[in-house]
């Protein structure tokens, strides 16, 4: 089992920066690939990044390329998102996640362990 509890998120004007933390306890976090997915209102909720166990290989959905980075410190169990250049479309409820298989399944849509979320919202 993980627990998964997410912060950072918050108000933040277009082409700002916002970073999320994600603090993970329970099973064994350094064994755990980790991802972020977002849900906007009345839209499904996507895939957003993910980083593999060790943190030598990350994956973005192509809206985020270039401007978001996923990371992770296996020493104090969290995973980090930066968000830069936010835009308006960014904005949704953005859920941590850890999966018990690969980071390239998260890039797919899969995940075991969900976070309850963390609002981001980009004012235009």
């Known amino acids: 089992q993980v627990q998964l509890v997410e912060s950072g998120g918050g108000l933040v004007q277009a082409g700002g920066s916002l970073r999320l933390s994600c603090a993970a306890s329970?099973?064994?976090?350094?064994?755990?690939?980790m991802g972020w997915f977002r849900q906007a209102p009345g839209k499904e909720r996507e895939f957003v990044a993910a980083?593999?166990?060790?943190?030598?290989?990350?994956y973005y959905a192509d809206s985020v390329k270039g401007r978001f980075t996923i990371s992770r410190d296996n020493a104090k169990n969290t995973v980090y998102l930066q968000m830069n250049s936010l835009k308006p479309e960014d904005t949704a409820v953005y859920t941590c996640?850890?999966?018990?298989?690969?980071?390239?399944?998260?890039?797919?849509?899969?995940?075991?362990?969900w976070g309850q979320g963390t609002q981001v919202t980009v004012s235009s």
């Open positions: 996640a850890a999966s018990l298989t690969t980071a390239q399944s998260m890039a797919r849509g899969g995940a075991n362990y």
């Open positions: 980083i593999n166990r060790s943190g030598s290989s990350t």
């Open positions: 329970g099973r064994t976090f350094s064994s755990s690939p």
